[in-house]
């Protein structure tokens, strides 16, 4: 089974939905069987409604837009309140990560690089925090360091309490996928750059992932090497040299930067395969671990949904005992 970025951002999004429309969205998914945001363990990032809002605030946008082969995703727009829900194992070992879904800056795919990413690794005795973050062409001020502020803190949140969830907190890292991945990428490189103003305690806390998988990732902000539209939805149409500079990864890489766990299929139509190959060659350059899988085929957005025959469908099992080796050993 494969699927195109493409195809789900020609979905149509259900528009103009209110609080209450949120609701109605979240009952008719439950009553379907699907997994609905948010889910019942959850915390919010920032103490009311976070600083550079715009004014009006966006609209709350979910959709449950159905892919080509049926799969019903939960994709989200106009957040406000950024927030982290969390997925507990049965069995926890320690090891935990924050997951960071896709969608082009656009919009957030919640069940397809999230959820059911969070499930599978909770499978394996990982605790999962998935992060449904503010995009940054809804109006924010400083519209590209946005996502960024909202990784960090939820790094610092999760830190900060880690004994509560029963976490080692100095190994949490992050797993990120499409733009999401770039998100991951940034945090990576940029977990010390003042993307905001602390606001309490848990701004003490380090920002930085012990590791980082950047899945189909979007690693770099140049025309005509990136991903078009996470490249004008991060940056806008005309962005100054130096924040187009800031997010290009696979330059920013440096030595001491957190180990990296790649995955990209060849036949990627929207993200490139060459962003992946250029954040490895980056690693090796200045010496960061790096463990990397291309695939033949696989396309894009495909999450947790490749065929049990296509050799892609084992990434977890992968990352689990990359994971593993950095973790627990």
Known sequence: MTFDRRSLLSLPLVAGLAPAAFAQTGAKARASGMPVWPPAERFTLWPGIPAGAPNPLPTPHPSTPRYPDGYRDFQMRGVVRPEVGVFRPARPDGRSVLIVPGGGYYITSLRNEGIDVARALN??????????????????????????????????????????????????????????????????????????????????????????????????M???????????????????????????????????????????????GTVPVANSVDTLAAARRVGIPAEAHFLQRGGHGFGTRLSPRSPGSLWPQLFDRWMGELVLA
Do not use: C
């Not at 803190?153 to 999760?158: Q, T």
């Not at 080692?168 to 750059?193: C, I, Q, T, Y």
């Not at 040299?241 to 290009?248: E, K, N, S």
């Open 123 to 220: 499978a394996f005795g990982i605790t999962a925090f998935v992060l449904s973050y503010r995009l940054p062409g809804e109006g924010w001020a400083d519209r590209a360091d946005v996502p960024l502020a909202d990784a960090q803190r939820a790094m610092r949140l999760i830190r900060a309490n880690a004994r509560t969830y029963g976490i080692r907190a100095e190994k949490l890292g992050v797993l990120g996928f499409s733009a999401g991945g770039h998100l991951a990428g940034s945090l990576a490189v940029l977990h010390d750059f003042a993307a905001y103003r602390a606001v309490d305690a848990a701004d003490r806390h380090s920002a930085r992932p012990a590791w980082a998988g950047l899945m189909y990732a979007v690693s770099n």
């Open 222 to 268: 140049d025309p005509g090497r990136s991903h078009g539209g996470s490249r004008t939805n991060l940056l806008g149409p005309d962005p100054l040299p130096a924040v187009q500079a800031r997010y290009a990864i696979d330059r920013q890489l440096k030595a001491g930067a957190p180990p990296l766990f790649l995955v990209h299929a060849e036949d990627d």
